[in-house]
């Protein structure tokens, strides 16, 4: 089992920035690709960012805005969000996926995000 839990979210206003990480433990070997997802309420939760190996890849409406990165040392993903916008406010959460796996095996619990207008 591997177990992930994120901080840094929070309450900020439009155009500022906020950093989201996720930290693994448990059998962390056995993961290979993580990411971020995010749920608006009434809404079906997205994909917002993820890495695999060093390779990232982002939703439309976050690129040039949001960076993610992995430091595999800390067993810690990040989420780097800057110019921050009304429509970015959800609860992010964390996920991973075993080595091999096409569906993700881990979420974290989730953390909540508001921007103000």
């Known amino acids: 089992q591997v177990q992930l839990v994120e901080s840094g979210g929070g309450l900020v206003q439009a155009g500022g920035s906020l950093r989201l990480s996720c930290t693994a433990s448990?059998?962390?070997?056995?993961?290979?690709?993580m990411g971020w997802y995010r749920q608006a309420p009434g809404k079906q939760r997205e994909l917002v960012a993820g890495i695999t190996n060093g390779n990232t890849n982002y939703a439309d409406s976050v690129k040039g805005r949001f960076t993610i990165s992995r430091n595999n040392a800390k067993n810690t993903v990040y989420l780097q969000m800057n110019s921050l916008k009304p429509e970015d406010t959800a609860v992010y959460y964390c996920s991973a996926k075993r080595v091999g796996s096409a569906l993700i095996d881990y979420w974290g619990q989730g953390t909540q995000v508001t921007v103000s207008s």
């Open positions: 448990g059998r962390i070997w056995s993961i290979d690709a």
